[in-house]
């Protein structure tokens, strides 16, 4: 036959202050740390270490930190065309880097040739 073992007393749950969710959260997500081994040691679950840090906004009040460069995004350098414009109106636009046997033929196309 099993035996059955009664347990009585305390309840098992531990009540944890905002201020040890935070240190254990920040030690959890601390560069170089495993969340499993910091849960282990604070004889948690790591599941409620990851619901901590959703309550509790991140760390950082849930922002990130913004690197702002002085001289703003970089403008794309201006591409230059040889726009071909034919006697019905039609316009091609070819970039300059096309070969000049490419632009032949798109221009003898344009004229109908």
Known sequence: MGQVHIMTGFERRRRWSVDEKRAIVATA????AVVAEVARRADVSSGLIYRWRRELGGLAGGFAAVVVSPGGPAAPAPVEVIEVVAEGGSRV?????????LAAAVVKALAGR
């Open 29 to 32: 997500f601390a560069p170089g």
């Open 93 to 101: 636009r070819i970039p300059a880097s096309v070969s000049p046997e």
